[in-house]
Nanobody, 125 residues
Framework: QVQIVESGGGLVQPGGSLTLSCAAS????????IGWFRQAPGKEREGVAF????????FYRDSVKDRFTISLDSYGNTAYLQMNSLKPEDTAIYYC??????????????????WGQGTQVTVSS
C-alpha cells in the first residue's frame, strides 16, 4: 500500500524559510514524477514545483522561481521543498504527490496517482 507523508509545515515570518519533506513508501514501480501543489483558502489547488526520480530535472511555477527548490534524497523516495524568501501569499496547505511515469513539466493534478494529507504553511508577522 502506497503512503505519502508530508512534514515540515508551520508558521514563519515574511522573508523566512521552511523546508517541507515528503516520504513515499510502498511504491512498486521505478519511474515517478513528483510534485508539490498548494491550496490557499478560497482558491483552487495549483502546482508549485515538480521533479522526477529518473532524470531529476525540475520545473517551477513563475511565482516561486528562484525562491523554492525541489529535490530528492539519494534513494529517490523522499522529496523536499526548500522555500526561501517566503511571502504572505505563499500561505496555503501544501500537498506532495507522486505520479507513475509523469514527466517533468506535466502540472495537471489529475495525472498524479498518490497524494499526501497536506501540511499547512502560514507566512505572517
Amino acid at each position: 500500500q502506497v503512503q505519502i507523508v508530508e512534514s515540515g509545515g508551520g508558521l514563519v515570518q515574511p522573508g523566512g524559510s521552511l523546508t517541507l519533506s515528503c516520504a513515499a513508501s510502498g511504491l512498486e514501480e521505478d519511474s515517478y514524477g513528483i510534485g508539490w501543489f498548494r491550496q490557499a483558502p478560497g482558491k483552487e489547488r495549483e502546482g508549485v514545483a515538480f521533479t522526477s526520480n529518473t532524470d531529476r530535472s525540475t520545473f517551477y511555477r513563475d511565482s516561486v522561481k528562484d525562491r523554492f527548490t525541489i529535490s530528492l534524497d539519494s534513494y529517490g523516495n523522499t522529496a523536499y521543498l526548500q522555500m526561501n524568501s517566503l511571502k504572505p501569499e505563499d500561505t496555503a496547505i501544501y500537498y506532495c504527490t507522486w505520479g507513475l511515469g509523469v514527466r517533468v513539466g506535466i502540472t495537471d493534478e489529475g495525472e498524479f496517482d498518490y497524494w499526501g494529507q497536506g501540511t499547512q504553511v502560514t507566512v505572517s508577522s
